[in-house]
């Protein structure tokens, strides 16, 4: 690479006072481009967000499986709804699903307590509305964090919910044995 192809960081593209053409600044701005897909292609694309990265964890994990904490379960499914007429919209992460029962579990890359709360209080509560084909079955609430601080964990069992975390590259259920999750 040559002396007029390399910049370090440290450089600026340009300096105050040169002559620089048209073709000079696209050729810099190109060179610049290449460097940041170089970027992507180590790290992986730059715009997935840490709550992508969560999700996709945690959905990978549990398709290793066939249960989790008791409740064994037949598919994973993600489920997305708006019904206009009702003002009503919900995006849930992950549901496990078995001819009984239905996880639904709320990933976040970092669970806040107001994570849980929001979940308990503002989206549990309109699953069965948007989604009337789980009208008979039996709901159990589920949060999923990459990191999960004690407060959210308190919070998630004193109200029924399963904690679900990461373990190297598996997860981990937090709640103890004899938890007896809440039904929905």
Known sequence: MSKKDQNHTSEPLFRSGESTSIREIFEKYKSF???IEEIEKLYGHVSETDQEIAEEFFKSALQRKNSIFGYEYESIS??????????????????LHNA?????????YNLHPNDVTYFIERKLPHFRQLFHEYADKKIIGAVAGMRVSSDSYKLAEKHGLLVLTQSGKNIAVMNPEGFRSKEF
């Open 100 to 108: 009984e029962y239905s996880v639904i579990i709320e990933v976040k």
């Open 78 to 95: 993600s489920l997305d709804r708006t019904i206009i007429s009702k003002k009503l919209k919900g995006k849930f992460d992950i549901i």
């Open 33 to 35: 481009d290449r460097r």
